[in-house]
């Protein structure tokens, strides 16, 4: 009997929903144990002068970038308590950076987790950058409200069926060309005297 091909309906259906649209861990006993690594990054937009109290070390909290690193790598050891579908794994590796981006106007989180098992650890790494960032965001909150998680996203990932997969450049380019955020922007008030547009 020739083995059966997937349709392309079922290719496209979502690993944790069964065919009853019911959610369900994905069951990785046949695969194979293989070393796996992910990396995972996000960026802390904000003022300058928020940035430099941060590296003054003048939070009213504490070392802004030491307690979101610890508070990543916490997060990314129990990532399965946090992401219910996601498989408990045995991380042999988990590192997390919050280092200054003046170009980037904030702090940029990197994360990089490493396991040897059965499933990926993308979801590790990107827990880990997620919550090293509102870490940030709730040591500064208190100074400047406007504050952004301007993105959380996967880099590149090791391992498994799929093998490698790296962001393109171009994607990371163009995230990294975006402004930085300066708090909320304010209409132009017209000056007196100035003639109003007229609503069309």
């Known amino acids: 009997m020739e083995p059966s091909h997937p349709?392309?309906?079922?290719?496209?259906?979502?690993?944790?929903?069964?065919?009853?649209?019911?959610?369900?861990?994905?069951?990785?006993?046949?695969?194979?144990?293989t070393a796996r690594r992910a990396v995972a990054e996000a960026l802390v937009a904000m003022e300058a002068a928020t940035l430099q109290l941060v590296l003054d070390g003048r939070s009213a909290k504490g070392d802004v970038l030491t307690v979101a690193e610890i508070a990543g790598v916490m997060a990314g050891?129990?990532?399965s308590e946090l992401i219910p579908l996601c498989h408990p794994l045995p991380l042999t590796d988990?590192?997390?950076?919050?280092?200054?981006?003046?170009?980037?106007?904030g702090i940029r989180i990197r994360a990089e987790a490493a396991t040897t098992a059965r499933t990926?650890?993308?979801m590790e790494a990107l827990t880990a950058a997620s919550v090293a960032a509102l870490t940030v965001y709730d040591?500064?909150?208190?100074?400047?409200?406007?504050?952004?998680i301007r993105w959380v996203r996967l880099l590149e990932k090791t391992g498994g069926k799929s093998g490698e997969w790296r962001r393109p450049p171009d994607d990371r380019d163009q995230a990294e060309a975006r402004p930085a955020?300066?708090?909320?922007?304010?209409?132009?008030?017209?000056?007196?005297?100035?003639?109003?547009?007229r609503p069309r």
């Open 7 to 33: 349709s392309r309906s079922d290719r496209r259906r979502l690993t944790h929903v069964d065919r009853g649209g019911r959610p369900r861990m994905v069951d990785v006993s046949a695969k194979p144990v």
């Open 77 to 79: 050891k129990r990532t």
């Open 94 to 105: 988990l590192v997390v950076s919050a280092t200054p981006d003046r170009p980037g106007g």
């Open 120 to 122: 990926g650890v993308e």
């Open 139 to 148: 040591m500064v909150k208190g100074v400047e409200k406007g504050v952004e």
């Open 181 to 197: 955020a300066h708090g909320p922007r304010r209409p132009a008030v017209p000056k007196r005297g100035a003639p109003r547009p």
